[in-house]
């Protein structure tokens, strides 16, 4: 069978707005050139569309014209790696979508340990940004509660009160087991973040952890994150202010 053949017989199994890559065409490394050729083809034809380099979609047709794939989608190629997640959306676009801010970034960060990710989908910029440990599908909402705290200082548009009460839920409704693996990666975290998770837990009386993380903070270091006791009742005990 030639390559354009395999590759047509493929495309057509993929779903109308789901995004591909080379690699999830299963092309050997001795078919790139046919098959790089045989895709320009079919965009030629519009049957898919680039979204990123080396990424592409099956466009969705309605009565009101084209629809892209939503963002989530367009950006899993650089999240998944045959099929196991290495990266997550951390930064502005995340805040957003936890609800902690209004404002719409311009620039996507994508956080892994294991590559830097760095293209542009659209008119958008995706930059790299770091992991503090290895993501995974488990655990990558846990990191996402652990940035949101590291970077609570410089989230534009941030209703303080709001945000403490957005995160304490999110932090809340964890299982046990997922709480004590939050705990053990935010021992990875800076030390502001590291404290700001403890006077979290306080005020929601979940003692799991707690020593460990007192432990690991220098009694003298103070965190200056524009709190007070009426916005975080604990944040006296765990030096924020």
Same mark, same amino acid.
């Given at each position: 069978?030639?390559?354009? !053949? ?13 995004? *591909?890559?080379? =690699? ?16 320009? @083809?079919?965009?030629?034809? /519009? ?8 990424? $592409?979609?099956?466009?969705? =047709?309605?009565? *009101?014209? !084209?629809?892209?794939?939503?963002? !989530? ?6 999240? *998944?790696?045959?099929? %196991? ?17 209004? =404002? ?10 294991? %590559? @830097? ?23 990558? *909402? ?49 030390? @502001?973040? @590291?404290?700001?998770? /403890? ?23 103070? $965190? ?18």
């Amino acid at each position: 069978m030639k390559v354009a !053949e395999k590759i047509e017989k493929k495309i057509n199994r993929i779903k109308v707005g789901t995004t *591909f890559s080379y =690699q999830q065409l299963g092309i050997a490394m001795d078919e790139y050139g046919a098959a790089t050729k045989a895709i320009e @083809r079919f965009i030629r034809k /519009g049957g898919i569309k680039r979204a990123s380099a080396g990424v $592409f979609y099956k466009p969705k =047709q309605t009565a *009101f014209g !084209e629809i892209r794939p939503r963002e !989530e989608e367009l950006l899993k190629p650089y999240l *998944f790696e045959e099929g %196991k997640r290495i990266a997550y959306v951390t930064g502005g676009s995340l805040y957003n979508l936890m609800g902690l801010t209004t =404002q719409v970034p311009k620039t996507i960060r994508v956080a892994s340990r294991e %590559k @830097r990710v760095i293209t542009k989908i659209g008119k958008t910029q995706v930059k790299p940004a770091k992991s503090y440990v290895d993501v995974t599908n488990e655990n990558y *909402f846990m990191l996402e509660i652990l940035d949101a705290l590291k970077d609570f200082k410089t989230i534009p548009d941030l209703d303080k009160k709001s945000a403490i009460r957005i995160l304490g839920a999110k932090i809340d409704s964890l299982a046990e087991t997922d709480l004590a693996r939050l705990l053990k990666y935010a021992l990875k975290y800076p030390p @502001r973040t @590291r404290a700001f998770l /403890g006077a979290i837990l306080s005020v929601l009386k979940k003692e799991i952890g707690l020593v460990n993380l007192k432990a690991s903070l220098n009694p003298l270091s103070k $965190f200056e994150l524009g709190l007070n006791e009426e916005a975080l009742s604990s944040a006296t005990n765990w030096n924020i202010y």
